[in-house]
């Protein structure tokens, strides 16, 4: 049964109970009604107790359990009543605090083909993807995800690899190079033959790994199950030694009664809850409040690049001539015949250009060559665009980029990079000042490009050229821990879903990182994180703060409980004092740091 279930059938058990008391006037139905929902609760609490105790955890769950049952025992029902309400409420307020719950992976699952067409008898067919054999050769529609590992059988092809490596620039491949399935096909029909079958293939392995990641979920201990232990067993010698003294069963009640872990229940949820809304309000979502406790405490983070610390958008960087062409020839002409073209560097170059005033220039005779470049005729010049060999470029050059060449001869290129966000090097400082001990890049770009924007930004360790399983090992296999984990695409979500904290950038796409991540930054902003950080600390301070005042008070009710001044009724109200004065203190966590 769900908690917010168990609370509406406890008010019910209230409400008849109190009708059976005073409408009625029988004690005794009403005792009975009490007695049998008490039962009920303290023989669910006592399983979940000990299927707690096999994980090797522990929990506040044995002081309520000896509470209620001590009540009932001496008759005093209405007092444990009141401990069943407060205690079923709490568990109702850690499931609100629960905030949206993980869902199943079904936008990966979702956007994952399901069917392949595949050549058979001279015909292409469809087909499951369980059915296709190694050696199977596939067509691939234009734009449509490749479904299974493979090797090009066309010439050429053009490949969005960005779900798979994370990185955005599109992959050219000629005849017999690998591709990876989940890979998006370009705006032409290419073949490929499948070298593995489909659950071997790459996409469904960055299924498996989440799904795995996601049930291995790292021990940690909350922070009212670290107060639990102490607190109980100062409680029970309380109440062993009014019984010891006075010989009457009614003191162990009275004492337990306000050593009811309600403090410990209901202060460090709602303050989660508080710190979670103050998160929200700086953009930051946090999905549950255990959350917050482990973001407050990590000591690693590690970082995606493309779309993380990167925009994740290709823009120009240089622009470089050959000798004997000038920058502003050489923008025109690539200007001239790539402007009306959709590849992804094109329409790059074409943003970089509709601020600058160039000649505009008449071309003749365009023609796509498929995975190498353009051609076009201007005032009678061939004009070709595109990869080094297509345009007589060096074979050296590097960086992404796209060459030209005038009647056969290299006259110069255009070089694209990936824009660092404004606030990284900002964001990076912060987090060395809240003495976040490793901060690492983690990123299936190469290691000269990830070196470089590491020493821009002030990372610590980088580790580049990565597949999703190799960034998950990597986080697997951190020493300092908690671990954040901050990405935002597909190949990110093994080790989003693996981390103590996976971040996930924006609500833009990439839902699977949406899906996977424990935090979810609205404001797709960088410098939310320190922020959310500081929030979770502070959080954190306060939480503490409140259970310990709430133990406090419960320690000196329960000292003079012990002398039978407090009736059981009376001290289970008084609890609900203690209540009160833990959850104001706990609602502070709502306070500051808005941005």
Known sequence: ???????????????????????????????????FAGSVLAITMFINMVQTL?????????????????TLIVGEYWAALIIIIMLVGGESLEDYAA???????????DKSPDKAH????GKVVDVALDEV??????????????????????????????????ETKPYELNKGDDVLSGSINSNMAIEIETKV???????????????????????????????????????????????AITRDPVRIAQVLVVASPCPLILAAPIAFVSGMSRSSKNGVLIKNGTIIEKLATAKSIFFDKTG??????????????????????????????????????ARSFAAYIVDKEIPNLVVAEIKETSGLGVTGNIDGSIIKIGRASFTNAPDNLEGTSFYVARDERYIG??????????????????????????????????????????????????????????????????????????????NDAPALALSDVGIAMGIGENTVARETADIILLKNDLATIPTAIKISRDTMTIAKQAVLIGIFICVILMLIAATGIIPATIGALLQEVVDTVSIFYALRALGGLKK
Not at 217 to 227: I, S, W
Not at 459 to 480: F, G, M, S, T, Y
């Open 197 to 243: 079958e489909a659950e071997d293939s790459q996409l469904q392995k960055i299924v498996s790994l989440v799904r795995e990641a996601e049930s291995q979920p790292a021990n940690f201990v909350r922070l009212a199950d670290r107060y639990a232990i102490p607190f109980t067993l100062v409680a029970y010698l309380i109440a062993g030694m009014a019984f």
């Open 99 to 109: 905030g949206v719950a993980k869902r199943e992976l079904t936008a990966l699952l």
């Open 413 to 490: 290129r255009v070089v694209f990079s990936d824009q660092l966000r404004d606030d990284a090097k900002q964001v990076m400082a912060e987090l060395h000042d809240l003495k976040v001990k490793n901060i690492t890049m983690i990123t299936g770009d190469n290691q000269t490009t990830a070196n470089k924007i590491a020493s821009e930004v002030g990372i610590d360790q980088v580790h580049a050229q990565l597949l999703p399983e190799q960034k998950l090992e990597i986080v697997r296999a951190a020493n300092e821990k908690p671990t954040i984990m901050v990405g935002d695409g597909v």
């Open 118 to 121: 595949i050549y058979q008898g």
């Open 308 to 345: 993380t610390i990167t925009t994740g958008k290709l823009a120009v960087d240089q622009v470089l001539p050959e000798e004997g062409v000038t920058e502003l020839e050489l923008k025109t002409l690539v200007y001239a015949v790539e402007k009306s073209s959709s590849h992804i560097l």
């Open 1 to 35: 049964m769900k908690n917010w279930q168990k609370l509406v059938l406890t008010f019910t058990v209230a409400i008849v109970a109190l009708f059976a008391q005073f409408v009625f006037d029988d004690p005794f139905l009403a005792r009975i009604i009490v007695t």
């Open 133 to 166: 054999k190694i050696s199977s050769r596939l067509l691939i529609k234009p734009m449509e995800v490749i479904p299974i590992d493979g090797i090009l059988v066309s010439k050429h092809a053009t490949l969005d690899e960005a779900s798979v490596t994370g």
């Open 54 to 70: 096999r994980k090797g955890s522990y929990g506040v769950d044995l002081l309520a359990i000896t509470a209620i049952a001590a």
